[in-house]
């Protein structure tokens, strides 16, 4: 009426979990009395023998099991999870390191990028000089030769002027543009600027012509000494013509002090020929004209007149801006030669400083991805 169940069926020994399986008899305790007595070999533990069935499995030995019991059978289970061994590093090969990396550390360069290109302004000098001195030569011998007034009409005379001026012009140019190559920027204080350099010499050009343009439409009213508003006309008129001068000589004062040149230079070279003008002026007005024309001018004496009012302040201009344009590419240039000197020695330390360890190498799948 009852069916009988199915036997049960034991899976394999070497199916089993880990913590069921038999484990062999203990080497250095007794054996079971079912050991047979035949001859041991040494290391090889003998077997019990079974009876005519089958050989017959060994007793469990009692006590706690040698192989604790596991959660799972995973081959994970079984793989060490320390970490790796760590090769030994000597304290030589430490301290070089910590010292190499010390020294990259501790590296500072003077100079972070190379000595800009400067423009050559040397030649400069001289033809500024000789052409400041060509043109007060030709306006004494065009004096000498012509009649009066053939100064202010006579094309050689303005012609060399003209150059001497395009020659000073280029100069500034040339310089203010390497004086900003030289000296960057600051909160305050702008890059040097070749064109603003031309733009104030131009102002400064224009501005006697100006002058001499209101003098001359004021001439009858400053005839009459009661005229007050004419002279005040004319006192403001010439006090704006001396600032108009003033202006490219402080541009290339305040560029001069911010490169390193000393201001007296600078400051000569506007106030020496100004102060010689003011000289010949008075000299000419107070008495030398009288004494020179009570006989009439003859060309010699002419000449001379000339020679006191604008020879001599010519002569001082020429020789105060050959100093000033010397003292400011000098001063140029020995900033650039220590330019080059600290990047000459930048290299050479970079050069020197130990090759970068695998910590400072990139990354490979960085650049890969780069």
């Known amino acids: 009426m009852f069916e009988e169940p199915p036997p049960s069926v034991e899976p394999p020994l070497d199916q089993l979990p880990v913590d069921q399986q038999p484990l062999p008899p203990r080497l250095n305790g007794d054996v079971d009395s079912d050991v047979s007595s035949g001859p041991r070999l040494p290391g090889i533990p003998q077997l019990p023998m079974g009876g005519m069935d089958g050989p017959a499995m060994p007793s469990r030995p009692t006590g706690p099991p040698l192989i604790p019991p596991l959660e799972t059978t995973s081959p994970i ?147 009459d000494s009661e005229d007050l508003a004419a002279v005040a006309i004319m006192v403001a008129t010439v006090f704006v013509a001396f600032l108009l001068l003033w202006l490219p000589f402080r541009y290339h004062m305040r560029q001069a002090s911010r490169v390193g040149a000393p201001r007296q230079a600078m400051l000569g070279w506007f106030f020496a020929p100004l102060l010689a003008g003011v000289f010949g002026l008075l000299a000419v007005s107070v008495g030398l004209g009288d004494l020179l024309a009570d006989d009439g001018l003859e060309p010699s004496e002419r000449l001379v007149q000339v020679g006191v009012a604008y020879a001599m302040p010519m002569f001082v201009f020429a020789l105060s801006t050959w100093r000033a344009i010397t003292v400011f590419d000098e001063v140029i240039d020995l900033r650039w030669r220590r330019w080059r000197t600290e990047w000459e020695q930048t290299l050479g330390a970079l050069a020197a400083q130990p090759a970068p360890g695998p910590e400072g190498s990139p990354d490979i799948d960085n650049l890969l991805d780069s």
């Open 77 to 223: 289970d079984f793989v060490d999870g320390g970490g790796h061994p760590v090769a030994a590093v000597s304290p030589l090969a430490m301290s070089a390191t910590s010292q190499t990396s010390d020294e990259a550390s501790d590296f500072a360069p003077l100079r972070s990028d190379p000595p800009p290109v400067l423009v050559p302004t040397w030649w400069l000098r001289s033809a500024v000089l000789l052409s400041l001195l060509g043109a007060m030569g030709v306006t004494l011998w065009t004096e000498y030769q012509g009649v009066p007034g053939d100064v202010a009409t006579s094309t050689a005379v303005w012609g060399a002027h003209i150059l001497a001026g395009v020659l000073l012009v280029l100069w500034s140019f040339l310089a203010m543009g390497n004086a900003g190559r030289i000296v960057p920027p600051s909160r305050y204080q702008k890059r040097a600027s070749g064109s603003m350099a031309v733009v104030l010499w131009m102002v400064a050009a224009v501005a006697p012509f100006g002058a001499l343009a209101v003098a001359r439409r004021l001439e009858v009213r400053l005839n």
